[in-house]
């Protein structure tokens, strides 16, 4: 598998480790366990595209987000993690 | 008895079977080889099968389970029967397919699965009890007692069904791994696979062309056809040199694309040397290429299928197509009289390539009823006699086909002496590389196939693998295929002008095997699957057993799990299996093929990283000095370091830890440590990062000091520790365990990127920047005296435990100094850079020899921090807490940080959870094993009373004692009780005292000295 | 006071030969890496370095050489950068002359002993690079100037090309992995010449 970083370009996986789930987010500070219990343990395990982390660690360190489909392992997006979470937060800073 | 010799009797030097024109052969020179001991000659260019044949040789090898004689069926890599050990030694291969082995001088190869000898093989006895070998007889014979598997079944079934025997010692070769990246990649050079690549090429696209076999050209070479008036192998000869005039293209030959995988990548293996008796010096014997192409043309060809009829496996039952292989391109006639069994066209011509090599045709055999195909003329055309509606239902002679009979239209018997039999049960698109990501195939009725249905992105099928079967067409299709994709890359490609080919039919009609009316007892004679013997009668039993899945008829059978991957025979068994389940072929079902394709050598994909190099070493800045000590080293993780520095008279390696313990804690001693990770961490909100890794509080730790720091994971265990010093305002540097340095790298960067991307704060490694060396005792500040340079002030009050700071060194050298105990002592880390490590080792032991200065390794690093109590690697194993390490109070309440509310679930912070302690053997001598249980003293050893663990243990020599941590259930409670060490591996159990954790100087004392 | 320490070099073998493609430690030079600042603005730090230095940062993976030829700045990720001295050419030192700059905006760390240069260059250095590195090296994709982190077998580095005439490209590895490094290019040196 090759993954596009958006920094060095396309590599081979072996560059690269896996962390998991993109679309899970660290709950605020006075969250209750539940939201804990969700963000730590509970996973999604779609059959399609779904969104993972993934660290170009033999690379430019940079964090990604990999839109990667399950099913085929296409990938069809990279972004860098540290860009998306930036957007979120003016988003939710609006 | 029967004698090797009666076999066949060749004259050194003569080839009996050699005849005019091989394409591919250099007929000029000679060169000579030994078949199990004898000697034989063969041509350059020439395969073991193809010189075996040219000298009458046509016994083999023995098969799998019932040890039939079995010759030669094929002239390529699908090749079940003809599998010799190649070579001697520590080079000996087993399980090499004679059909690709290319000859060389001296070549020496030997039958496998026979003793003693292969005409005469005592196992071939198998063969009578092969009605009670039949499918499924593994998992219906060895099931009771289990007991006997180990010691009888499993022995005894390796013996009688094995295969070659590996080599008993090392591979002495070396193998290589390498990346190639093109536009377009070809795998395969025959007609579709040339032209595409002329395509591609042409347009300046980047291609790589790669062909298995040691010549370009494909079934070009093998069969007798004109393009453009010439022969069409001097066309394939051509279009290669056309090729390799071209600046982007690479032809790679003897290189076999075995598997696709995602995203465009794709394996292959060159045999760089294996033509040759051994590699040149340097010289790798195979590479791994991973090829990285933006598209793929799959011009791979097409496999004949054999038919099944009883004794198809005798030698001189041939595929028509390998006839005509080795008639045409090696010159080689497989036979003198010959017998030609068809279902098509395409295997008609052989009958004409045999009649025009001077080989007798006693028949032409053709399933298909009068009239269809064009059997009457190809017969009418060699005068041969013709057998339409035909069938061949049995073949003679034991050792080699001495006859067979065939059934006519009318079901008339007769019986035809020959020595050769050639069958076509057409050809079988190889397809392989298009289904290893899971796409499946679908049978096409006509041309009695399957056929690649979806492809894997970037991926295109040209040719005999597509179902494009004449020469014409495959040119043509192998050019558009290779315009397309090199079109796809964004390049104007124009498709080349083709040579003209002569017209050609290809018609079938479908048949997978002789047996309407066959006797059910010669069923077992009519092999499916030649490898791993598998007869239509195994086929037939598995599906009355209710197998009637492909996937678990392979498994029930084992038909197409042999090296050979079932290439001649899935086909053939997924007919078979619609034909008694009455099935149409499509609805039945395929099997997915995974790569490799072809065998691969571990070796070769190891590559380099082999024995000592398995894997990189990081050395330290003092190795070469730590070697020239006598120094033992130790692997931790990729770092080598010392793990004891033995002196001359010591008895073994305790003594020598104790001696470097006592120097510690009586003198000074120093350790390389500069394999813990350090990462320099700078900005302005540095302070405020440290704050949300680390469980406890670093905002207000002053410019000049270090603290201990502890990290959890997110789920509430720890993580990872070590200290940190803050150097300026918005600087520090942070040192990590050596085994997680990289994966706290990862972590860092990932609460900085991901979690909280609004602070300002940057991170680099600096572990190899600076040679960190402990220096440790009484005597440390007396030995750093001088070394750092005499306007810095080390006393006490100006320097104090856990001060960090600037020095220079040695006059002038930069340096950072800490003020760092891990062992408990008067200690200091001294980092100078990394190049200068080796000389301040020397330094120290020059001006530390006055106070008995040693340095010391790992091991008594280990045994130092277990009589302090400092938890490590075995405490830090993922399953504790803080609360567990004893560290529950440095979580601060007052701040968020990673860990902190999983670490607040009361499971986390049960008292009961084992905790840790310090274990003292009741009796001194008694071994304190890490690993013991610990349990009540006097308890049974059950798992109801097991409350916890010995995490490290060690020999302290400060109390002449084992001393041992452990995780203890309520164990801070405890102090004074004594529980049981249980090892139940030992069977030992040793009585301890459970007290602090800290053994030595429980107050701090020294470190503060 | 005269008793410095003398300077062990990271690799003990001598330059290695295979054909006519070398492989040589390239000598000890300062190294200090700059880490861009978010508050104060990386545009801020690349004006500054362009002031000073008389090049712009790189944005993407590649090594441009400061205006007076004296500094390389080879790009090592979205924030950071690795100035490089040609040899003892730099006035005053690397590290002062960066901390002057601009070391109000960005991070600025010694990585002189972190690193090691191996440099690899002759008719056969393409070959031999490709065998361990998984990046296309095609001289119409990764030229002089370009640079790419990534893996050369198990050990990543640092790799850019200086040149094309003859093909010279240096590893740029940690000082602890150099030894693994220059025994794995010497194997392949000899596995691409036969
Ligand atoms: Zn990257």
Same mark, same amino acid.
Request: glycine share 10%.
């Given at each position: 598998?090759?993954?596009?970083?958006?920094?060095?370009? %396309?590599?081979?996986?072996?560059?690269?480790?896996?962390?998991?789930?993109?679309?899970?987010?660290?709950?605020?500070?006075?969250?209750?366990?539940?939201?804990?219990?969700?963000?730590?343990?509970?996973?999604?395990?779609?059959?399609?595209?779904?969104?993972?982390?993934?660290?170009?660690?033999?690379?430019?360190? %940079?964090?990604?987000?990999?839109?990667?489909?399950?099913?085929?392992?296409?990938? %069809?997006?990279?972004?860098?993690?540290?860009?998306?979470?930036?957007?979120?937060?003016?988003?939710?800073?609006? | 008895?029967?004698?090797?010799?009666?076999?066949?009797?060749?004259?050194?030097?003569?080839?009996?079977?050699?005849?005019?024109?091989?394409?591919?052969?250099?007929?000029?020179?000679?060169?000579?080889?030994?078949?199990?001991?004898?000697?034989?000659?063969?041509?350059?260019?020439?395969?073991?099968?193809?010189?075996?044949?040219?000298?009458?040789?046509?016994?083999?090898?023995?098969?799998?389970?019932?040890?039939?004689?079995?010759?030669?069926?094929?002239?390529?890599?699908?090749?079940?029967?003809?599998?010799?050990?190649?070579?001697?030694?520590?080079?000996?291969?087993?399980?090499?397919?004679?059909?690709?082995?290319?000859?060389?001088?001296?070549?020496?190869?030997?039958?496998?699965?026979?003793?003693?000898?292969?005409?005469?093989?005592?196992?071939?006895?198998?063969?009578?009890?092969?009605?009670?070998?039949?499918?499924?007889?593994?998992?219906?014979?060895?099931?009771?007692?289990?007991?006997?598997? $180990?010691?009888?079944?499993?022995?005894?079934?390796?013996?009688?069904?094995?295969?070659?025997?590996?080599?008993?010692?090392?591979?002495?070769?070396?193998?290589?791994?390498?990346?190639?990246?093109?536009?377009?990649?070809?795998?395969?050079?025959?007609?579709?696979?040339?032209?595409?690549?002329?395509?591609?090429?042409?347009?300046?696209?980047?291609?790589?062309?790669?062909?298995?076999?040691?010549?370009?050209?494909?079934?070009?070479?093998?069969?007798?056809?004109?393009?453009?008036?010439?022969?069409?192998?001097?066309?394939?000869?051509?279009?290669?040199?056309?090729?390799?005039?071209?600046?982007?293209?690479?032809?790679?030959?003897?290189?076999?694309?075995?598997?696709?995988?995602?995203?465009?990548?794709?394996?292959?293996?060159?045999?760089?040397?294996?033509?040759?008796?051994?590699?040149?010096?340097?010289?790798?014997?195979?590479?791994?290429?991973?090829?990285?192409?933006?598209?793929?043309?799959?011009?791979?060809?097409?496999?004949?299928?054999?038919?099944?009829?009883?004794?198809?496996?005798?030698?001189?039952?041939?595929?028509?197509?390998?006839?005509?292989?080795?008639?045409?391109?090696?010159?080689?006639?497989?036979?003198?009289?010959?017998?030609?069994?068809?279902?098509?066209?395409?295997?008609?011509?052989?009958?004409?390539?045999?009649?025009?090599?001077?080989?007798?045709? &006693?028949?032409?055999?053709?399933?298909?009823?009068?009239?269809?195909?064009?059997?009457?003329?190809?017969?009418?055309?060699?005068?041969?006699?013709?057998?339409?509606?035909?069938?061949?239902?049995?073949?003679?002679?034991?050792?080699?086909?001495?006859?067979?009979?065939?059934?006519?239209?009318?079901?008339?018997?007769?019986?035809?002496?020959?020595?050769?039999?050639?069958?076509?049960?057409? =050809?079988?698109?190889?397809?392989?590389?298009?289904?290893?990501?899971?796409?499946?195939?679908?049978?096409?009725?006509?041309?009695?196939?399957?056929?690649?249905?979806?492809?894997?992105?970037?991926?295109?099928?040209?040719?005999?693998?597509?179902?494009?079967?004449?020469?014409?067409?495959?040119?043509?299709?192998?050019?558009?295929?290779?315009?397309?994709?090199?079109?796809?890359?964004?390049?104007?490609?124009?498709?080349?002008?083709?040579?003209?080919?002569?017209? $050609?039919?290809?018609?079938?009609?479908?048949?997978?095997?002789?047996?309407?009316?066959?006797?059910?007892?010669?069923?077992?004679?009519?092999?499916?699957?030649?490898?791993?013997?598998?007869?239509?009668?195994?086929?037939?039993?598995?599906?009355?057993?209710?197998?009637?899945?492909?996937?678990?008829?392979?498994?029930?059978?084992?038909?197409?799990?042999?090296?050979?991957?079932?290439?001649?025979?899935?086909?053939?068994?997924?007919?078979?299996?619609?034909?008694?389940?009455?099935?149409?072929?499509?609805?039945?079902?395929?099997?997915?093929?995974?790569?490799?394709?072809?065998?691969?050598?571990?070796?070769?994909?190891?590559?380099?990283?082999?024995?000592?190099?398995?894997?990189?070493?990081?050395?330290?800045?003092?190795?070469?000095?730590?070697?020239?000590?006598?120094?033992?080293?130790?692997?931790?993780?990729?770092?080598?370091?010392?793990?004891?520095?033995?002196?001359?008279?010591?008895?073994?390696?305790?003594?020598?830890?104790?001696?470097?313990?006592?120097?510690?804690?009586?003198?000074?001693?120093?350790?390389?440590?500069?394999?813990?990770?350090?990462?320099?961490?700078?900005?302005?909100?540095?302070?405020?990062?440290?704050?949300?890794?680390?469980?406890?509080?670093?905002?207000?730790?002053?410019?000049?000091?270090?603290?201990?720091?502890?990290?959890?994971?997110?789920?509430?265990?720890?993580?990872?520790?070590?200290?940190?010093?803050?150097?300026?305002?918005?600087?520090?540097?942070?040192?990590?365990?050596?085994?997680?340095?990289?994966?706290?790298?990862?972590?860092?960067?990932?609460?900085?990127?991901?979690?909280?991307?609004?602070?300002?704060?940057?991170?680099?490694?600096?572990?190899?920047? =600076?040679?960190?060396?402990?220096?440790?005792?009484?005597?440390?500040?007396?030995?750093?005296?001088?070394?750092?340079?005499?306007?810095?002030?080390?006393?006490?009050?100006?320097?104090?435990?856990?001060?960090?700071?600037?020095?220079?060194?040695?006059?002038?050298?930069?340096?950072?100094?800490?003020?760092?105990?891990?062992?408990?002592?008067?200690?200091?880390?001294?980092?100078?850079?990394?190049?200068?490590?080796?000389?301040?080792?020397?330094?120290?032991?020059?001006?530390?020899?006055?106070?008995?200065?040693?340095?010391?390794?790992?091991?008594?690093?280990?045994?130092?921090?277990?009589?302090?109590?400092?938890?490590?690697?075995?405490?830090?194993?993922?399953?504790?807490? &803080?609360?567990?390490?004893?560290?529950?109070?440095?979580?601060?309440?007052?701040?968020?940080?990673?860990?902190?509310?999983?670490?607040?679930?009361?499971?986390?912070?049960?008292?009961?959870?084992?905790?840790?302690?310090?274990?003292?053997?009741?009796?001194?001598?008694?071994?304190?094993?890490?690993?013991?249980?610990?349990?009540?003293?006097?308890?049974?050893?059950?798992?109801?009373?097991?409350?916890? =663990?010995?995490?490290?243990?060690?020999?302290?020599?400060?109390?002449?004692? =084992?001393?041992?941590?452990?995780?203890?259930?309520?164990?801070?409670?405890?102090?004074?009780?004594?529980?049981?060490?249980?090892?139940?591996?030992?069977?030992?159990?040793?009585?301890?005292?459970?007290?602090?954790?800290?053994?030595?100087?429980?107050?701090?004392?020294?470190?503060?000295? | 006071?005269?008793?410095?320490?003398?300077?062990?070099?990271?690799?003990?073998?001598?330059?290695?030969?295979?054909?006519?493609?070398?492989?040589?430690?390239?000598?000890?030079?300062?190294?200090?890496?700059?880490?861009?600042?978010? *508050?104060? *603005?990386?545009?801020?730090?690349?004006?500054?370095?362009?002031?000073?230095?008389?090049?712009?940062?790189?944005?993407?993976?590649?090594?441009?050489?400061?205006?007076? *030829?004296?500094?390389?700045?080879?790009?090592?990720?979205?924030?950071?950068?690795?100035?490089? +001295?040609?040899?003892?050419?730099?006035?005053?030192?690397?590290?002062?002359?960066?901390?002057?700059?601009?070391?109000?905006?960005? +991070?600025?760390?010694?990585?002189?002993?972190?690193?090691?240069?191996?440099?690899?260059?002759?008719?056969?250095?393409?070959?031999?690079?490709?065998?361990?590195?998984?990046?296309?090296?095609?001289?119409?994709?990764?030229?002089?100037?370009? #640079?790419?982190?990534?893996?050369?077998?198990?050990?990543?580095?640092?790799?850019?090309?200086?040149?094309?005439?003859?093909?010279?490209?240096?590893?740029? #590895?940690?000082?602890?992995?150099?030894?693994?490094?220059?025994?794995?290019?010497?194997?392949?040196?000899?596995?691409?010449?036969?």
């Amino acid at each position: 598998m090759r993954l596009t970083c958006p920094f060095c370009g %396309s590599r081979g996986v072996e560059e690269f480790t896996y962390r998991g789930d993109a679309t899970v987010r660290r709950p605020a500070g006075d969250a209750g366990a539940a939201a804990w219990v969700d963000y730590v343990y509970l996973r999604d395990n779609p059959a399609g595209p779904h969104q993972e982390l993934w660290y170009h660690g033999a690379g430019c360190r %940079s964090w990604l987000v990999v839109t990667r489909d399950t099913r085929t392992h296409l990938i %069809s997006d990279v972004r860098a993690a540290r860009a998306v979470a930036q957007a979120e937060r003016e988003e939710g800073a609006v | 008895m029967m004698d090797a010799r009666m076999t066949s009797a060749p004259v050194a030097g003569a080839q009996p079977r050699r005849v005019a024109g091989g394409n591919g052969i250099d007929a000029g020179r000679t060169i000579r080889f030994t078949f199990d001991g004898r000697q034989y000659t063969g041509h350059p260019g020439d395969t073991l099968a193809s010189a075996l044949l040219a000298h009458g040789v046509r016994l083999a090898g023995r098969s799998f389970k019932y040890h039939r004689p079995r010759g030669i069926l094929s002239a390529g890599p699908e090749e079940p029967n003809a599998l010799v050990e190649l070579r001697t030694g520590p080079r000996r291969e087993p399980n090499t397919r004679a059909t690709v082995a290319e000859l060389y001088d001296g070549l020496s190869a030997a039958s496998q699965n026979r003793w003693p000898s292969l005409a005469f093989d005592a196992l071939g006895l198998n063969s009578l009890f092969s009605s009670v070998l039949g499918a499924g007889f593994y998992y219906k014979t060895f099931m009771w007692p289990a007991a006997f598997w $180990e010691k009888l079944y499993e022995p005894m079934i390796r013996r009688a069904a094995g295969l070659g025997r590996a080599a008993d010692e090392a591979d002495p070769d070396q193998y290589e791994k390498a990346t190639a990246f093109c536009d377009v990649l070809v795998v395969g050079s025959g007609p579709a696979g040339l032209a595409a690549a002329l395509a591609a090429g042409r347009s300046g696209a980047r291609v790589i062309l790669c062909e298995e076999d040691s010549l370009t050209g494909g079934r070009l070479r093998a069969e007798r056809r004109q393009l453009d008036g010439e022969p069409a192998w001097r066309w394939a000869e051509q279009a290669r040199k056309a090729l390799e005039a071209l600046p982007e293209v690479r032809i790679m030959e003897r290189t076999c694309v075995f598997g696709t995988y995602d995203g465009g990548t794709y394996g292959a293996l060159e045999r760089v040397a294996d033509h040759q008796s051994q590699p040149a010096k340097g010289q790798p014997r195979q590479r791994l290429w991973r090829v990285v192409a933006r598209q793929c043309v799959v011009a791979a060809g097409a496999l004949e299928r054999p038919i099944v009829f009883p004794g198809n496996d005798t030698p001189g039952v041939m595929l028509a197509g390998a006839v005509r292989t080795y008639l045409n391109r090696f010159g080689v006639a497989p036979g003198r009289r010959a017998v030609v069994y068809t279902c098509n066209d395409d295997g008609l011509r052989t009958a004409l390539d045999l009649a025009r090599a001077g080989v007798a045709v &006693a028949a032409i055999v053709d399933s298909r009823p009068e009239g269809e195909g064009q059997g009457a003329q190809v017969a009418q055309a060699c005068g041969v006699p013709f057998v339409p509606g035909g069938a061949v239902t049995a073949v003679q002679g034991r050792m080699a086909v001495s006859g067979v009979s065939v059934r006519d239209a009318q079901g008339r018997e007769q019986r035809i002496a020959c020595d050769l039999l050639a069958m076509s049960g057409g =050809w079988s698109p190889n397809i392989a590389l298009t289904t290893h990501q899971g796409m499946r195939p679908v049978y096409d009725e006509t041309l009695c196939a399957f056929l690649p249905a979806a492809l894997p992105p970037g991926m295109v099928v040209a040719g005999a693998a597509a179902g494009v079967f004449t020469t014409a067409e495959a040119l043509r299709d192998g050019a558009q295929a290779g315009a397309r994709a090199a079109q796809a890359c964004g390049f104007a490609a124009e498709q080349p002008a083709l040579p003209e080919a002569e017209p $050609e039919s290809c018609a079938i009609a479908p048949l997978f095997h002789a047996l309407a009316d066959v006797p059910s007892a010669r069923w077992a004679k009519a092999f499916v699957d030649f490898q791993n013997d598998v007869t239509a009668k195994d086929v037939a039993l598995a599906a009355r057993e209710g197998f009637v899945s492909v996937e678990h008829l392979k498994r029930y059978t084992t038909l197409g799990m042999a090296t050979d991957q079932g290439k001649t025979s899935n086909v053939n068994a997924i007919a078979l299996l619609a034909e008694i389940t009455q099935r149409p072929i499509g609805q039945t079902g395929t099997t997915l093929i995974r790569p490799p394709t072809q065998p691969v050598a571990i070796g070769a994909l190891a590559g380099a990283h082999r024995g000592r190099h398995f894997k990189p070493a990081r050395l330290t800045p003092t190795h070469q000095w730590a070697e020239s000590q006598g120094a033992v080293f130790t692997a931790n993780g990729l770092w080598q370091r010392a793990q004891w520095y033995p002196r001359p008279g010591e008895m073994d390696w305790l003594q020598t830890v104790n001696r470097e313990v006592r120097t510690v804690r009586q003198a000074v001693g120093f350790c390389d440590v500069t394999t813990l990770g350090k990462i320099d961490i700078q900005g302005p909100d540095a302070a405020e990062f440290l704050e949300r890794v680390y469980v406890n509080a670093w905002k207000k730790l002053p410019v000049g000091r270090a603290r201990y720091g502890l990290m959890l994971r997110e789920d509430g265990f720890a993580y990872d520790d070590g200290t940190t010093a803050r150097l300026g305002e918005t600087h520090y540097v942070m040192t990590t365990t050596t085994a997680n340095a990289g994966g706290v790298m990862a972590h860092l960067e990932f609460c900085h990127q991901w979690l909280w991307p609004e602070l300002d704060v940057q991170f680099i490694s600096v572990t190899d920047e =600076w040679a960190q060396i402990a220096v440790a005792g009484p005597q440390a500040r007396n030995v750093l005296r001088h070394v750092v340079d005499p306007v810095f002030d080390l006393s006490n009050e100006a320097f104090p435990y856990m001060a960090a700071g600037e020095v220079t060194v040695c006059g002038g050298v930069q340096a950072r100094l800490f003020r760092l105990s891990f062992s408990g002592e008067l200690a200091y880390e001294l980092a100078v850079p990394a190049r200068y490590g080796d000389a301040l080792a020397r330094r120290l032991m020059e001006v530390g020899a006055p106070y008995g200065i040693a340095p010391y390794g790992t091991e008594a690093l280990g045994v130092m921090r277990i009589e302090k109590g400092h938890p490590a690697g075995p405490e830090l194993n993922g399953q504790t807490t &803080a609360h567990d390490l004893g560290m529950g109070r440095m979580l601060s309440t007052r701040k968020d940080f990673i860990g902190r509310h999983m670490a607040q679930r009361e499971a986390l912070t049960d008292p009961a959870r084992p905790t840790l302690v310090g274990l003292q053997p009741l009796n001194p001598a008694d071994q304190v094993v890490a690993g013991a249980h610990l349990l009540p003293d006097g308890a049974a050893a059950t798992a109801a009373s097991d409350q916890g =663990w010995v995490s490290s243990a060690a020999f302290s020599p400060t109390l002449g004692s =084992w001393i041992g941590l452990g995780l203890l259930s309520n164990g801070p409670a405890r102090h004074g009780e004594i529980v049981a060490l249980h090892n139940p591996l030992a069977g030992t159990v040793v009585r301890a005292r459970v007290v602090s954790p800290v053994f030595v100087d429980p107050e701090g004392a020294r470190v503060h000295g | 006071m005269v008793e410095s320490l003398f300077a062990q070099p990271p690799v003990s073998a001598a330059p290695v030969r295979a054909g006519d493609t070398v492989l040589v430690l390239a000598p000890m030079g300062e190294a200090v890496s700059l880490g861009a600042f978010a *508050g104060a *603005g990386r545009a801020a730090l690349v004006v500054r370095v362009r002031e000073t230095f008389g090049v712009d940062l790189p944005e993407q993976p590649r090594a441009v050489p400061s205006a007076d *030829g004296q500094v390389v700045f080879v790009w090592c990720g979205p924030t950071q950068w690795l100035a490089l +001295a040609a040899g003892d050419a730099v006035e005053g030192g690397l590290m002062a002359r960066l901390r002057a700059a601009c070391g109000d905006l960005c +991070a600025l760390t010694s990585q002189s002993d972190s690193r090691t240069t191996l440099r690899l260059f002759g008719p056969q250095a393409r070959e031999v690079a490709g065998r361990l590195v998984p990046v296309d090296l095609h001289d119409a994709v990764f030229g002089p100037g370009h #640079v790419a982190l990534t893996l050369a077998g198990h050990i990543p580095v640092i790799l850019r090309q200086v040149a094309r005439n003859p093909v010279t490209y240096e590893f740029l #590895v940690f000082r602890s992995f150099a030894e693994s490094l220059f025994h794995d290019l010497h194997v392949a040196m000899n596995g691409a010449l036969s």
